[in-house]
């Protein structure tokens, strides 16, 4: 018997990404992996893109809704609970489907990034919340360059984390992880689907 393997779909909003889901999930008796980092968080249906419950009907969908707004998923924490459900499919000779736009959690599962286990730190937190966001950035931009690039500069909790990361490591965060596939990309196969908005168009045209 063939070994399952993993099927990603990557791609910007509205590329037809849940579309092309559904369709091999259905072809192929496939769950559904969640890899948007928005998506994850419950009360964020507008503008994310999320299925739709309709859409999610008769097919497994994991990781979804799967956290509070006001209690942040940590990369860790989703990076944990993914692979932990690859694993569990695996087992049943299963191959999941992991869809999603969010290039660090979907790099987390296919390039096996360890990302530093550093808990929340209130205090740390709470003299972050009396400064600035505008000055968090730029002091995040001095200290580690390339972390500062990969965040939006109006995007709150990763400036903080970001620095959170850096004065309980004494670490500059964006050189923490390390890549070290997972054992499955090694022995099984891994299906990559890039979808662009031009991708959609031309399908939309042919049906």
Known sequence: ???PGLIVIFGATATGKTDLAIQLAQHFNSPILNGDS????????IG????TIEERKGI????IDIADPDRPLTLADYQTQAM????????????????????????SITHGVVIPAVPPQDS??????????????QYL???????????HKNDRFRTTRALEIFYTTAQIPS?????????FLFTRSVSCLLLQKSTREKLNRES
């Open 1 to 3: 018997m063939k070994e």
């Open 38 to 45: 928005r998506q994850v968080y419950r009360y964020f249906d």
């Open 48 to 51: 994310t893109a999320k299925p």
């Open 60 to 63: 497994p969908h994991f990781l």
């Open 84 to 107: 932990a459900l690859i694993n569990h499919f695996h087992g049943q000779n299963i191959t999941p489907i992991l869809v999603g736009g969010s290039g660090f959690y979907l790099k």
């Open 124 to 137: 740390l937190r709470q003299q972050f919340s009396q400064i600035d966001q505008t000055l968090l950035y």
């Open 141 to 151: 931009a001095q200290i580690d360059p390339d972390r500062a690039k990969a965040i």
């Open 175 to 183: 050189q923490l992880g390390q890549c070290h596939p997972p054992n």
